[in-house]
């Protein structure tokens, strides 16, 4: 499935128009090693999982299961894009959106997200939950 951009403009602090290509340069990094333990951040997180994204990812049955588990890769996910919004509501989130960008050894596969992440995203995405753009790795 591919995600257009929409053709609106979005406006910086500033106040200045800024087109979407444009403004995927300006972007944080994904903090992959965003974690809280805290009772309303965990409320929060679990409220969204179970309304939006439980039934779609249930891990049943048999097979090999990721070695973390996809409900806390969308922790880590959440967070760090709640984290991002009061540093700046316009600001993207730059995600690696290829799967051998977790592959082992690589700068995702050693903490707690595994390519699965992508499939979170691109959910939230077709849910409306978050907006999706793609960029490219220079973009950051």
Known sequence: MRFQPPKKNLLRKDSKPMDVQDNLYYAKE??????????EANRFITYLWDKFFSKEFSQSGRGKRPRIGLREQFKVLILDLYLNWPDDPIKFLGVHMRPQSYVVNSRYKSTRTTALVIK?????????????????EGAN
């Open 120 to 136: 979170l995203i691109h959910y939230a995405s077709y849910l409306g939950l978050i907006e999706f753009h793609e960029g490219n």
């Open 30 to 39: 994904f903090n992959r090693h965003t974690w809280s333990e805290h009772p």
